[in-house]
């Protein structure tokens, strides 16, 4: 996600600095981001070249990289104390007039502003996997933040071409609350026997012309995200998104879906 949300930057003009937890992964991301940019480039999304694009990409191991920043973006991984871990030291850094996002999918925006020092410029901005390719971000306002912060968060949005909602702070929000649901019930019809993985999403891609269907679209977010996003719903919202026992047992067996090869589809290694 950080990756794909570095992309949409850099192909709207802008100077982006990716911040990783070491070295390694650092060079991971920039590779990622530069692939990524490459196939834009063979594809005509954008005139500028490759390089002209990389020159105004930076990686970092230091939060301090962010000290001129005007927008950063949090993507770390779908948990509470390491969102509120990476949020609060990144705020650290940043200027008062600094705006401050996180691309959470499911926590409550109210409880990470709850812990910063400046919550009147903290959002959401939920950006959809992959980024490149969707049209949507979720911009999710907490009760703390400046009106003035969502229109800029609007702009920024259309800014790298995308198309913004404006929902206020809720359990899941609007996407994932409904993308969960669905998502859930199709495991709940495989876990039944009802029919196989491959016609379920078949089903929805031509019945009701979902571009990708609810399982394939699970395997791409990942098995363990979509279980923790649910667990989180379950506990706010009610037994409605109790994890299915099928959706567990996959996650502790390690088939989490393309990132590991195998989820409710079998994933090539590209």
């Given at each position: 996600?950080?990756?794909g949300i570095a992309h949409a930057f850099l192909l709207a003009g802008?100077?982006?600095?990716?911040v990783e937890r070491d070295d390694a992964a650092a060079d991971a991301a920039r590779a990622r981001v530069l692939d990524s940019v490459a196939a834009s480039v063979a594809r005509g999304t954008t005139d500028e070249p490759a390089d002209t694009l990389a020159a105004r990409l930076r990686t970092a191991t230091?939060?301090?990289a962010f000290g001129g920043a005007d927008l950063v973006v949090e993507a770390v991984p779908e948990d509470l104390d390491l969102k509120l871990d990476a949020l609060t030291r990144v705020e650290a850094v940043l200027g008062a007039d600094a705006a401050l996002a996180s691309n959470t999918s499911s926590i409550s925006i109210d409880v990470l502003a709850d812990r910063l020092e400046r919550p009147r410029r903290f959002l959401g901005m939920h950006f959809f996997n992959p980024v490149p390719a969707s049209t949507l971000v979720e911009v999710v306002r907490g009760t703390a933040t400046d009106g003035t912060l969502?229109?800029?968060?609007?702009?920024?949005?259309d800014a790298i071409g995308k198309t913004p909602i404006v929902v206020h702070d809720a359990p899941g929000f609007a996407s994932s609350r409904l993308g969960v649901a669905l998502g859930l019930e199709a495991i709940r019809m495989l876990e039944e026997g009802v029919a196989s993985a491959e016609d379920i999403d078949t089903a929805m891609v031509l019945g009701y012309k979902h571009p990708i269907g609810p399982l394939r679209l699970t395997d791409l977010v990942?098995?363990?995200v979509r279980l923790g996003i649910a667990e989180y719903l379950a506990g706010e919202?009610?037994?409605?998104?109790e994890p299915p026992a099928l959706l567990?047992?996959?996650v502790a067996e390690g088939k989490l879906g393309r990132k590991t090869g195998e989820g409710f589809h079998v994933?090539?290694?590209q």
């Amino acid at each position: 996600m950080g990756a794909g949300i570095a992309h949409a930057f850099l192909l709207a003009g802008s100077e982006v600095t990716v911040v990783e937890r070491d070295d390694a992964a650092a060079d991971a991301a920039r590779a990622r981001v530069l692939d990524s940019v490459a196939a834009s480039v063979a594809r005509g999304t954008t005139d500028e070249p490759a390089d002209t694009l990389a020159a105004r990409l930076r990686t970092a191991t230091e939060v301090a990289a962010f000290g001129g920043a005007d927008l950063v973006v949090e993507a770390v991984p779908e948990d509470l104390d390491l969102k509120l871990d990476a949020l609060t030291r990144v705020e650290a850094v940043l200027g008062a007039d600094a705006a401050l996002a996180s691309n959470t999918s499911s926590i409550s925006i109210d409880v990470l502003a709850d812990r910063l020092e400046r919550p009147r410029r903290f959002l959401g901005m939920h950006f959809f996997n992959p980024v490149p390719a969707s049209t949507l971000v979720e911009v999710v306002r907490g009760t703390a933040t400046d009106g003035t912060l969502v229109e800029e968060a609007r702009g920024w949005v259309d800014a790298i071409g995308k198309t913004p909602i404006v929902v206020h702070d809720a359990p899941g929000f609007a996407s994932s609350r409904l993308g969960v649901a669905l998502g859930l019930e199709a495991i709940r019809m495989l876990e039944e026997g009802v029919a196989s993985a491959e016609d379920i999403d078949t089903a929805m891609v031509l019945g009701y012309k979902h571009p990708i269907g609810p399982l394939r679209l699970t395997d791409l977010v990942g098995l363990d995200v979509r279980l923790g996003i649910a667990e989180y719903l379950a506990g706010e919202l009610g037994e409605r998104f109790e994890p299915p026992a099928l959706l567990r047992r996959m996650v502790a067996e390690g088939k989490l879906g393309r990132k590991t090869g195998e989820g409710f589809h079998v994933w090539d290694a590209q």
